[in-house]
């Protein structure tokens, strides 16, 4: 094993560094482009309350659980495990968070690159004069060419590996702290004129008013893995980004307060879609397509439209930026820290290694369209296999790791930074990680994949 002397590794400047960091890491493409269409195909207001109870009763305590298993351990994802149960097999955890970072970065990075080619398209005026048949045609040849969407998907990744190769303190934390702030203005402003649309109520109503008609096992299991995947917990990215926390920081707090912006950004992105679509009478079941054809439809028609849409694109793809950025530092702090390599070294051979991967996934969509199991995409599976199979699964283990291995006694010591913090809710919490989210997680899946 490395061991790498006390000082010598990169962290996080402030707390505002690592919240802009961390909310950089859960705020993105899964809250403004998957939570509004898969809230769309599940029904609503109904998906969004279990949505809601899985963040709190889940969500938030595996956060806490990886920041202090990071933070303890002063490692990588898989790293952290060697270094806190050595000779033990709890080590594959942080193996499965490695599989998943690469085949979430792989189709993350598809939609990521469309972003851009949507924000080229607005910036030089391309929807103008585009009828939504029209609209919804050239979304769909684009995604299907052979060329662009990989074209763009590899500018994302060079952005992506461009931030990660500058380290943590001077790359992630630099970045995010800019783009954070201008994120969060983007999103109200935009909502806000959405809410100003004629016809906005229905939507309103669409995303807030629970059907209990709607409500499957297979919807639960959505709004698990939406939770797990909005959150980015399950797979490592917070436990390596725990490992660059200062240790007097308030682990929880911020945990609670990274959930609360991601909550929120969720919701602002369900009120700034739905009364759109509904105002322009569009399927909210669309699909992964919602926001790449609602919103251009919307933009040519509204005043403003031009700017709007510059604006909402921006969003997107800054949204998405300090997502990637998260995902690709699981890998490069697994191969610097346990493979030996310097971090630049480590962000050039992540980065290319994903994109080649992220070929497939984005191929998916035109020349590899017609290569489907049971009814998936190459894409389909790896979006299903990450969100709504791995990440729940890294995060029963996760939990158990922390509540049954480290025990009361070690979470409580690095949770209250070695008792410096009154820490009311350790009970809950213990009980929580140790009984009610595997057993609730486990119960999930067995029914959500229809094994009884
Ligand atoms: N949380 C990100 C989003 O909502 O877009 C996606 C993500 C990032 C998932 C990092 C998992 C992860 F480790």
Redesign the pocket.
């Given at each position: 094993m490395v061991t790498i002397p006390a000082g010598e590794r990169d962290s996080f400047g402030s707390t505002i560094g690592v919240i802009a960091a961390a909310a950089g890491?859960?705020?993105?493409?899964?809250?403004?482009?998957?939570?509004p269409y898969v809230l769309g195909e599940n029904g609503g207001g109904a998906f969004l309350l279990i949505y809601l109870g899985f963040i709190l009763a889940i969500g938030f305590p595996v956060m806490l659980t990886e920041f202090t298993i990071g933070r303890r351990a002063q490692r990588n994802a898989l790293g952290s495990f060697k270094k806190l149960a050595p000779g033990k097999p709890w080590y594959l955890i942080g193996l499965m968070g490695i599989v998943?970072?690469f085949l979430?970065l792989a189709f993350?990075s598809t939609i990521a690159g469309w972003t851009l080619e949507y924000l080229y398209e607005s910036i030089t005026n391309g929807f103008s004069g585009k009828s939504s048949v029209e609209l919804k045609n050239s979304f769909e040849s684009f995604q299907a060419a052979p060329f662009r969407p990989v074209f763009w998907q590899f500018i994302f990744m060079f952005l992506t590996g461009y931030i990660v190769f500058s380290g943590v303190k001077n790359g992630i934390e630099k970045y995010t702290k800019v783009l954070m702030p201008i994120l969060l203005l983007i999103i109200i402003i935009i909502s806000v004129r959405s809410l100003t649309l004629e016809g906005s109520r229905e939507g309103l109503i669409f995303l807030f008013k629970p059907d209990f008609s709607k409500i499957s096992w297979s919807v639960v299991l959505d709004a698990l893995g939406q939770a797990?995947?909005?959150?980015?917990?399950?797979?490592?990215?917070?436990i390596t980004y725990g490992s660059y926390i200062n240790k007097s920081n308030n682990l929880p707090r911020t945990a609670f307060q990274v959930s609360a912006i991601?909550t929120f950004i969720a919701i602002l992105a369900g009120i700034m879609i739905f009364p759109a679509v509904f105002a322009f009478n569009i399927d909210p079941a669309e699909g992964s397509g919602l926001v790449f054809i609602v919103l251009p439809n919307i933009f040519q028609q509204m005043p403003g439209g031009y700017f709007f849409a510059i604006l909402f694109f921006t969003l997107l793809a800054i949204?998405?930026l300090t997502?990637?950025v998260?995902?690709l530092e699981?890998v490069v702090a697994y191969f610097s820290e346990e493979l030996n390599l310097s971090r630049k070294k480590a962000t050039i051979i992540g980065s290319v290694a994903i994109s080649v991967v992220g070929i497939f996934a984005t191929l998916s969509f035109g020349p590899l369209a017609k290569y489907k199991l049971l009814d998936k995409t190459i894409f389909g599976w790896f979006d299903y296999l990450?969100?709504n199979i791995l990440?729940p699964l890294g995060a029963i283990f996760i939990v158990l790791f922390a509540g049954w291995y480290l025990g009361r006694k070690n979470v409580l010591d690095e949770i209250s930074n070695g008792g410096l913090l009154k820490i009311r809710i350790i009970s809950v919490f213990m009980f929580i990680i140790k009984f009610l989210a595997p057993i609730a997680i486990t119960a999930v899946f067995i029914y959500g994949l229809g094994l009884m």
């Open positions: 890491s859960a705020v993105g493409l899964g809250n403004i482009w998957r939570f998943a970072a979430i993350y797990a995947f909005s959150l980015s917990i399950g797979m490592g990215t917070l991601d949204a998405a997502s990637t998260s995902v699981v990450s969100a990440l």
